[in-house]
């Protein structure tokens, strides 16, 4: 069992940074792959990116890719996804989720953060 926390949310001009966290409890946080997704309002959730549960591979949706960098720290069971050149279409609700190794899907989820870019 994992419990997820994201936090780092906030308004940000477009072109502006932030960085959004995922702090997680339970003894297993390395062994889950994390993955970033988003849902703007009135659409479906979109994967964001994901990072291996080592943290030497990451994976980006093409929307982002180039300006999101999706690092870890086991030592602090915390994700990190650094968002850089922020456009209004990134404004969502950014939520992380774990998966473990034997299953299909991601069945842990945090609550999410709000991010709004205004241009």
């Known amino acids: 069992q994992v419990q997820l926390v994201e936090s780092g949310g906030g308004s940000v001009q477009a072109g502006g940074s932030l960085r959004l966290s995922c702090a997680a409890s339970?003894?297993?946080?390395?062994?889950?792959?994390i993955g970033w997704s988003r849902q703007a309002p009135g659409k479906e959730r979109e994967f964001v990116g994901s990072?291996?549960?080592?943290?030497?591979?990451?994976v980006y949706a093409d929307s982002v890719k180039g300006r999101f960098t999706i690092s870890r720290d086991n030592a602090k069971n915390t994700v990190y996804v650094q968002m850089n050149s922020l456009k209004s279409e990134d404004t969502a609700v950014y939520y992380c989720a774990a998966r473990s190794v034997a299953a299909s899907g991601y069945a842990f989820w945090g609550q999410g953060t709000q991010v709004t870019v205004s241009s």
């Open positions: 990072i291996s549960r080592g943290g030497d591979s990451t």
């Open positions: 339970g003894r297993t946080f390395s062994s889950h792959r």
